[in-house]
């Protein structure tokens, strides 16, 4: 069930797929208020990936840089609010893997379709390292990228299937990481796309 990854990662494959409608049908409701939209990097591109997100903070980039904030820049309101049934899940499914006290105050929805990726780079805009990351896929399957603490190092790939659920704590916590181009295909659940649900605790 609890397969390692490497030093404080783990893979419970297929762990959401029983949820999963409950799941999807949650990130749309969430998309109804908190459009998913592509974001500008600092350094001017426009990300392939379409994010929103939902809990107390959010994560944004714009002309000014990388950040959690409380607001939308879109709606100019609060994020949606976290639902129970994604902090539980996190919160579960991280304590399965040996941290029991994870609760997210942030979750990033991201939505891939055909031709969308996320280049290699690290998480770090969260103040906390010792807190873990939980990330659900759902949808059409992806190949991940794990490299090292440099961006040097060369990553190993990882197939993430509809139901995989990832907690990336310790000595992971920092590594790069990305995803290769969603290649095109349709999932009875999700149609072209694949949804990415990552848990953190940002601040
Ligand atoms: C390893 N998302 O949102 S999930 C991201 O598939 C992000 O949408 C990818 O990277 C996606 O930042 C990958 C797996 C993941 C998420 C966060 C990590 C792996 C991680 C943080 C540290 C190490
Ligand atoms: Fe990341």
């Known amino acids: 069930r ?39 990097t600092p350094g001017g591109h426009t990300m392939s990936v379409a994010m929103s997100c939902c809990g107390e903070y959010g994560w944004v980039t714009d002309e000014k840089g990388y950040r959690y904030q409380a607001e939308d820049p879109v709606t100019g309101r609060p994020w949606p609010s976290m639902p129970a049934r994604f902090s ?6 991280a304590s399965q893997a040996g941290f029991p006290d994870f609760v997210p105050d942030a979750c990033l929805i991201n939505r891939y379709e055909p031709g969308s990726k996320m ?16 990330s659900v896929s759902l949808g059409l399957p992806q190949v991940f990228q794990f490299g090292g603490t440099t961006r040097s190092e060369r990553p190993v790939k990882i197939p993430l299937q509809h139901g995989d659920v990832v907690v990336w704590g310790g000595a992971s916590r920092l590594r790069y990481h990305g995803v290769l181009t969603l290649k095109a295909g349709n999932h009875p659940m999700t149609g072209a796309c694949r949804y990415n649900l990552t848990f953190r605790r940002a601040r």
């Open 88 to 93: 539980k899940l996190a919160t579960e499914i």
């Open 2 to 40: 609890i397969e390692p990854i490497c030093e404080g990662a783990v893979i419970l494959r297929g762990a959401a797929a029983e949820e999963a409608p409950e799941l999807i049908e949650t990130i749309r409701e969430n998309f109804a208020v908190s459009p998913p939209r592509q974001m500008k």
């Open 119 to 134: 280049g290699l780079h690290q998480d770090k805009d969260e103040v906390d390292f010792s807190q873990p990351i939980v």
